[in-house]
């Protein structure tokens, strides 16, 4: 008997509508996930088989999605070239307003206008020395060049973001830069986005969803806020949280590695029953493995954690059950802060998905983001996947939640 996959049917049919729907290589759909493209190649084909649907993906060697990615670096490449100089005042305009009398300001009043007027004359009229001007003239070659280099980080980091779905602050934008090899400080990189207008996504308070049942029987507090742990599988966290969708809604359970940070199972429907957390852990348990003897799964007390069904579930993989407090979040911190980075990167507050198909396809892709690429500032700006790569008895230790 082969051993049981650790991808579930559930991931498989969102990984296929991904590929899909997507215009990238089906390789690096694959790298996202963290699986082999050979696998996810093969789960299309059979999808293929299945419903006799061909989906708009080759492989990554289709010259469809070629030249598409062709064009793409071909506009980001000419996107560069913009003069350091665009969006200077035109010679003749009306430079001068009120309040503006920099000497900067006057020294390029002159030299639009020495041709005309005379240098000598400009200066006189407006209080500038003619050596002053002279000098700053002679800089002018090194001011283009470091307009030109602010513009070129300016689209480094314009790509950054892109890729990151339009989620990335400057701290994070900042350690991407330094992982492609370029020396640049955090301040500097905040002040160009801030005169870009390129923002990160910030999140608005939420509603509670889980709520409590004071009949739940006792569960011990096994976590005690300390969301730290120092091996894979010894510590799990998880909750769930709602998507709107058109006029109804979809939920979603989650469980997390706290030693990680990593979402190593998940599940979406559109109910909140307790089936669903099943199926997020028994996602977990797969993705592990198929045995996690004796890891402690730490949740809130919502009625579905506190059911018996769920209290089955766990025994039947030897899972130890932890409860925080009746209304207390920081119990389950490291949970709630995992779904305010989701709902705040992908702008829950003010979007509503059309169809289920829409918002699973979104979540899905931005779950294979945050395993696989998301930094992490609490995994020292590694994503969870790759801070996994890194991990020795020494390194695994009090990762602050």
């Known amino acids: ?118 240098v000598k004359r400009l200066c006189r009229v407006l209080a500038v020395s003619r050596s002053g001007f002279y000098r700053w003239v002679a800089s002018e070659p090194a001011r283009h060049a470091r307009a030109a280099g602010e513009d070129a980080l300016a689209e480094q980091i314009k790509v950054i973001h892109a890729d990151s779905g339009g989620t990335y602050g400057s701290p994070r934008v900042t350690v991407e830069l330094h992982d492609q090899g370029v020396r640049v400080n955090r301040k500097r990189v905040e002040r ?48 769930i949280t709602y998507l709107r969708v058109g006029a109804g809604w979809l939920y979603l359970a989650t469980v997390i590695d706290i030693a990680t940070r990593r979402l190593i199972g998940w599940s979406i429907n559109t109910h909140m029953r307790t089936a669903l957390l099943i199926d997020a852990l028994d996602a977990a348990v797969a993705a592990r493995g198929g045995r996690v003897d004796g890891v402690i799964f730490h949740s809130d007390r919502g009625a579905q954690y506190g059911s018996g069904d769920f209290a089955d579930a766990c025994q039947r993989h030897d899972i130890r059950r932890s409860m925080g407090r009746i209304g207390s979040s920081y119990d389950n911190a490291l949970a709630e802060a995992f779904f305010a980075t989701l709902k705040r990167e992908l702008d829950v507050d003010h979007r509503r998905w059309a169809t289920e198909a829409d918002a699973r396809r979104d979540v899905f892709r931005w779950i294979a983001f945050y395993n696989h690429r998301r930094r992490h500032s609490a995994l020292g700006y590694l994503s969870p996947a790759d801070y996994e790569q890194t991990l020795t008895p020494t390194t695994l230790h009090q990762i602050a939640a």
């Open 192 to 239: 160009i986005m801030r005169q870009r207008d390129v923002v990160g996504r910030h999140l608005r308070r939420r509603k509670r969803t889980t709520i409590p049942d004071p009949a739940v029987p006792p569960t011990p507090d096994l976590i005690g806020r300390d969301f730290t742990a120092t091996a894979l599988d010894q510590r799990w966290c998880g909750d």
């Open 1 to 118: 008997m082969g051993r049981p996959s650790k991808y579930t049917e559930e991931f498989r049919r969102d990984a296929v509508d991904l590929v899909r729907s997507s215009q990238r290589p089906i390789n690096q759909v694959a790298r996202e996930l963290g699986m082999s493209h050979e696998t996810l190649r093969n789960w299309v084909r059979a999808a293929e088989r299945r419903t006799g649907a061909v989906g708009p993906v080759s492989g990554g060697d289709g010259l469809s999605v070629a030249d598409k990615d062709a064009e793409i670096a071909r506009l980001r490449r000419g996107e560069r070239g913009a003069a350091a100089g665009e969006g200077d005042p035109a010679q003749g305009s009306r430079l001068f307003r009120e309040g503006d009398g920099s000497v900067t300001s006057r020294f390029r009043f002159i030299s639009a206008h020495r041709a005309t007027l005379g």
